[in-house]
């Protein structure tokens, strides 16, 4: 099993630093180890944090789709995509991994449906190829589910990776195909 340890090394590295500042300011408070080892102490924090949003996906306007409601749907769900990034990557518990993986799976069917409706209103030619794809991707993920509830944290292995790859090529790819239909109709 993959586990992210990196938390774990920050304090420890953290305790370090403590316990070296400490030991420095024995040779006096004028010696400068002990003030550039209280400045890495002071930017460790924010160099984690870089480092750990690195693995969240974040909105771009190329993902644009042109219809608000979608692109608006779009953000929520790569919020909630990062939400279950998170509770899976630094292993929060079952309770908020499945509640953030359920989450996740609800709103994606709430955003097919939604999508498929303005897609059917204005008369979208390829509507059934499009279905098609949101349902093999919604079984895939209610696959990852069933495994889930036998294996728990350990069969999430690859479904962050899985999800963030297929969100963005479809919204860049597949989505991306209906943006002029929705024009045409006056509805982007």
């Known amino acids: 099993m993959k586990k992210n340890y990196?938390?774990?090394?920050?304090?420890?590295?953290?305790?370090?630093?403590?316990?070296?500042?400490g030991l420095s300011f024995l040779f006096g408070t004028d010696n400068p180890v002990s003030w550039i080892l209280i400045a890495v102490l002071l930017i460790m924090p924010f160099l984690y944090r870089r480092f750990a949003a690195q693995d969240q996906l974040t909105w771009k306007e190329e993902y644009s789709v042109g219809v608000k409601v979608l692109d608006d749907d779009h953000k929520q769900l790569i919020d909630l995509l990062n939400k279950f990034h998170t509770a899976y990557q630094y292993h929060t518990g079952g309770e908020f991994e499945q509640k953030a993986l359920q989450e996740l799976v609800d709103y994606t069917k709430y955003h097919f449906q939604r999508e498929e409706g303005l897609m059917a209103e204005i008369g979208y030619p390829d509507l059934d190829a499009h279905k098609a794809q949101h349902r093999a991707m919604i079984a895939e993920v209610e696959q990852f589910m069933l495994e889930y509830q036998q294996k728990g944290h350990e069969a999430l292995l690859g479904v962050a990776d899985y999800l963030n790859g297929w969100l963005i090529h479809h919204i860049n790819g597949t989505d991306k195909q209906y943006t002029s239909f929705f024009q045409k109709a006056g509805k982007a």
């Open 6 to 21: 990196s938390a774990w090394i920050l304090a420890a590295v953290m305790a370090l630093l403590v316990v070296a500042i």
